[in-house]
Structure formats: structure tokens, C-alpha cells
């Protein structure tokens, strides 16, 4: 079965870094664009960042660009997000997503939830001092 398992989240002061990991297993994780989504409570879950299978695009909300990073490791089979300059309103919980997108453009990452298929079971984020 395809499964997605987040870790790293926790406590972080405002102005910190984070870096949350997500392993995969269960399916061939290289032909899949991987992406990373959040929400926070009261709020709809957003798109954060996403990286193509092949590894050579990367894209990410406006509100998070310049401060978080997404690359991934297809020989461990895990996707990461460095999440730096963190603020409160950062904090919510992430979840990792995957889509598989082999005969995709190499370029090609959704940024819908419904484009994804594979889900993790999220991870707690929270930027307060």
C-alpha cells in the first residue's frame, strides 16, 4: 500500500527553522511529483510547495517564497521542506502529497488537492515565542 509519513514538525520561535521529511513506500516514488500542503485551524488547506518527479522545478506559495525550500532524495525516497524565517502565522499542520506524473512534462507539479492521490497524516507546525 501507498504510504506517506511525515515527521519533524514541532515548536518553533518566530524568526526559527524547521525541516519536516516525509518517507515514502509503497510505490515507485520517483515517478511522482511531490508536494507539500498546509492548514491551519478555521482555514482551507493550501498549497505550499512542490517539486516535479525528475527534480527540476520547484514551486511555491507567495507566502512562503524565499523562506521555505523543498528537495527531495529519490534514493531514500523522501521528499523535505526547510521551512525558515518562520512566523505565526506559519503555524498549521503540513502534509506531504504525491501525484504520480511519470508521463507528465518533466516540469509538471499540481498545486490542487484533488491532483494528488497519496496522502501522509500531517505533522505539527507551531511558530510561537
Known amino acids: 500500500q501507498v504510504q506517506l509519513v511525515e515527521s519533524g514538525g514541532g515548536l518553533v520561535q518566530p524568526g526559527g527553522s524547521l525541516r519536516l521529511s516525509c518517507a515514502a513506500s509503497?510505490?515507485?516514488?520517483?515517478?511522482?511529483?511531490m508536494g507539500w500542503f498546509r492548514q491551519a485551524p478555521g482555514k482551507e488547506r493550501e498549497f505550499v510547495a512542490g517539486v516535479s518527479w525528475s527534480g527540476g522545478r520547484d514551486v511555491y506559495a507567495d507566502s512562503v517564497k524565499g523562506r521555505f525550500t523543498i528537495s527531495r532524495d529519490n534514493a531514500k525516497n523522501t521528499v523535505y521542506l526547510q521551512l525558515g524565517s518562520l512566523k505565526p502565522e506559519d503555524t498549521a499542520v503540513y502534509y506531504c502529497a504525491g501525484r504520480e506524473t511519470y508521463s507528465s512534462k518533466w516540469y509538471y507539479i499540481p498545486r490542487a488537492e484533488y491532483e494528488y492521490d497519496s496522502w501522509g497524516q500531517g505533522t505539527q507546525v507551531t511558530v510561537s515565542s
Open positions: 509503497g510505490f515507485t516514488f520517483s515517478t511522482y511529483a
